[in-house]
């Protein structure tokens, strides 16, 4: 089957049980999933129920479709993503974003938790994502490119919004919350990175590093999406201070910051 008609079979299967036409999505990271109770949520369709989709592995990614109002907003957020470090091709790791497209999604909201390299910025901090580098060895746009999905050689010269994030910096203002703005570095994970990668990846220009987002923000950017980027500092690493990470800290991090994130989105969202 076509890469089209298995978005189309897939967008099918949510438009029958959520018909409104939906305007923005939502991808929720690792130990994000507070912002769903935000969400005025109407119906709730497990991944596991639709077509060609595929399931979320990995503890405190839920695996379901979040689908109702935020902000006056007709949303879909995903509650649980892919990533390659899972076994899934980055194709498979991006069809989401595909379907979110075919169901009238403009707007992307992608959100992470990261680890921090600027020396001055602290876990439990806010970043909004100016500019991402690939470097997952990987691109999801490899193979045959079909023109009715977006063009073969996409622009991405400004893959995170301006306008997007010029409105995110406002709301962050009016709620006092403290909007850092660099780069995030995409890497493949699973493990996290040694003192000399940390070192690598700052000296090329990253201000913070993850295992996602950027597979999911090249393919809308290639369907023409507008996107805005938001990662949660969960740890703290400088190569000459590096203490050991554990997962149950990095997600109670998460959660700690998540109100920000909340009414950052939700700000965000009222103004669309």
Same mark, same amino acid.
């Given at each position: ?36 109770e935000e969400i005025q949520v109407e119906q709730v369709i497990d991944y596991s129920d639709l077509p060609n989709f595929p399931l979320s592995t990995v503890e405190s990614h839920k695996g379901r479709l979040l689908c109702g109002t935020l902000g006056g907003k007709t949303i879909i957020a995903m509650q649980g993503r892919f990533h390659a470090y899972e076994g899934y091709s980055l194709q498979q790791v991006t069809f989401p974003v595909r379907v979110l ?48 999905? /977006?063009? #073969?050689?996409?622009?991405? $010269?400004?893959?995170? =919004?301006?306008? %997007? ?7 962050? @203002? ?49 369907? /023409?999406? #507008?996107?805005?980027?938001? $990662?949660?500092?969960? =740890?703290?690493? %400088? ?7 554990? @997962? ?25």
């Amino acid at each position: 089957m076509h890469a089209r008609e298995r978005i189309a079979a897939c967008a099918q299967a949510v438009r029958a049980r959520f018909a409104k036409p939906v305007e923005a999505a939502i991808i929720l990271g690792t130990g994000l999933g507070g912002l769903a109770e935000e969400i005025q949520v109407e119906q709730v369709i497990d991944y596991s129920d639709l077509p060609n989709f595929p399931l979320s592995t990995v503890e405190s990614h839920k695996g379901r479709l979040l689908c109702g109002t935020l902000g006056g907003k007709t949303i879909i957020a995903m509650q649980g993503r892919f990533h390659a470090y899972e076994g899934y091709s980055l194709q498979q790791v991006t069809f989401p974003v595909r379907v979110l497209r075919a169901l009238g999604a403009q707007t992307l909201i992608v959100s992470n938790a990261c680890g921090g390299m600027h020396p001055l910025w602290a876990p439990g901090d806010l970043m909004l994502i100016a500019d991402h580098i690939n470097l997952l060895g990987d691109n999801p746009l490899i193979g045959p490119n079909d023109e009715t999905l /977006g063009p #073969r050689f996409p622009d991405m $010269s400004e893959p995170y =919004d301006a306008g %997007l994030r010029t409105l995110a910096r406002a709301v962050a @203002l009016e709620h006092g919350v403290a909007l850092r703005e660099g780069v995030y570095v995409a890497v493949q994970g699973p493990n996290l990175e040694t003192r000399a990668e940390y070192r690598f990846l700052r000296g090329i220009g990253a201000d913070v590093v993850g295992m996602s987002t950027v597979p999911e923000v090249i393919v809308a950017v290639h369907g /023409g999406m #507008r996107v805005l980027g938001l $990662s949660i500092i969960t =740890d703290q690493c %400088l190569p000459d201070s590096l203490k050991p990470a554990h @997962l149950p800290d990095i997600i109670a991090v998460a959660k700690g910051a998540e109100p920000k994130l909340s009414a950052v989105v939700k700000g965000v969202l009222a103004q669309l």
